[in-house]
């Protein structure tokens, strides 16, 4: 999963001195996104819809090509949580199931931000009950569901979301946790996860 801009330890001290002008921006040189898909990364990442609808129009490619870090635009738009891009590149088909480098699938990073508009439109995207279970069921690397970033990020609403939609609230992680551990005590996501398991 990308590291949300916001949340970067270091960054650049001068962005523009390993940079290049592209069009009207600047990519940098040390980036390892193919050039093809410069465009699409840049538009997923800004959450720019109008500049992504251009990309997508223009793609020599797969919309569900890894652009960084082994993430989709989509994996990217549900870590950003840009709604209004997420909508776009499921209208124009972004697979809801591509794992990125560290197994998750989009709907884990909608869940790791709270974003419980996408993660709505994620789950009803999923067009059946099947789908929607094995969306709800997949692992990341560290054996973690989407109801794990949920409730790691005590996103209350989110969790009542996917437990709404059929999430296990007992599904421990490669780390022996559940989602109920995650939260600290004495939140809602805690009390919500305690009752539900």
């Given at each position: ?5 916001d ?5 650049e001290e001068?962005?523009e ?6 069009g ?28 992504l609808?251009?990309?997508l129009?223009n793609?020599n490619?797969?919309?569900?090509e890894?652009?960084?870090?082994g ?5 990217l ?5 840009y ?12 697979n ?8 998750a ?16 439109l994620?789950v009803?995207?999923?067009n059946?009950a099947?789908r929607?279970k ?13 109801l ?6 005590e996103?209350?609403d ?6 709404a939609?059929?999430?296990s ?5 490669s780390y ?6 995650l939260p ?5 996501a805690?009390?919500?996860l305690?009752?539900?398991?």
């Amino acid at each position: 999963m990308a590291v949300h801009r916001d949340n970067l330890l270091e960054e650049e001290e001068n962005e523009e001195d390993n940079a290049l002008f592209e069009g009207d921006g600047l990519v940098d040189q040390d980036s390892d996104i193919p050039p093809h898909l410069r465009d699409l990364a840049r538009a997923a990442q800004t959450g720019d819809v109008d500049a992504l609808r251009y990309a997508l129009d223009n793609l020599n490619g797969s919309i569900d090509e890894p652009v960084e870090d082994g993430d989709t635009a989509l994996h990217l738009t549900c870590l950003y949580g840009y709604c209004p891009c997420v909508q776009l590149l499921l209208e124009r088909g972004a697979n809801l199931e591509a794992k990125d480098e560290e197994g998750a699938i989009p709907l884990h990073d909608a869940c790791a931000g709270g974003f419980t508009e996408i993660v709505q439109l994620l789950v009803n995207s999923a067009n059946s009950a099947e789908r929607v279970k094995r969306m709800l069921e997949i692992v990341d690397d560290e054996g973690d569901t989407p109801l794990h970033h949920a409730a790691r990020g005590e996103h209350a609403d989110v969790i009542r979301l996917l437990l709404a939609s059929g999430a296990s609230a007992t599904t421990a992680n490669s780390y022996g946790k559940t989602p109920s551990e995650l939260p600290e005590p004495d939140t809602e996501a805690h009390r919500i996860l305690e009752s539900a398991g």
